[in-house]
């Protein structure tokens, strides 16, 4: 499923269990694409 990082908006498709960054900026903060809801998921 892909993940918006909440930061710079990206895309990203490949969220791997030890990859949980935004490759782009770094950032931790992820939501789900498809849910119109979307929900925050934060890795702390
Ligand atoms: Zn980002």
Redesign the pocket.
């Known amino acids: 499923m892909p993940y918006v990082?909440l930061?710079?908006k990206?895309e990203i498709k490949t969220l791997e269990k030890n990859f949980v960054r935004?490759p782009?900026?770094g950032?931790r903060v992820m939501s789900k694409k498809r849910s119109s809801l979307a929900k925050e998921v934060s890795t702390d």
């Open positions: 990082c930061h710079c990206r935004c782009y900026c950032y």
